[in-house]
């Protein structure tokens, strides 16, 4: 089996990564910490122009069309 280098979870123009995410339960009127897990961003493949594909985050995909639309 060939072992294939991977990608980093994060965003390749605002470099955002994942964070930790602490789910709470509502139990007998106090909050229980339950869960702590971890949130990655939405990361799309995407054309940079004449450039290469890259894995952007929602965000700035977003950020991307509104400059695009406004020249």
């Not at 789910?23 to 493949?45: D, E």
């Given at each position: ?7 980093p979870?994060q ?5 955002k990564t994942g ?10 009127g106090?909050?229980?910490?339950t ?5 990655q ?8 122009g ?9 965000k700035c ?11």
């Amino acid at each position: 089996m060939i072992a294939y280098p991977r990608m980093p979870r994060q965003c390749a123009i605002c470099k955002k990564t994942g964070m930790r995410v602490i789910r709470r339960k509502k139990l007998r009127g106090k909050y229980n910490p339950t869960a702590i897990r971890r949130q990655q961003p939405n990361l799309q493949w995407v054309h940079l122009g004449s450039g290469p594909r890259v894995k952007a985050c929602a965000k700035c995909i977003k950020a991307l069309t509104k400059v695009a639309s406004l020249s």
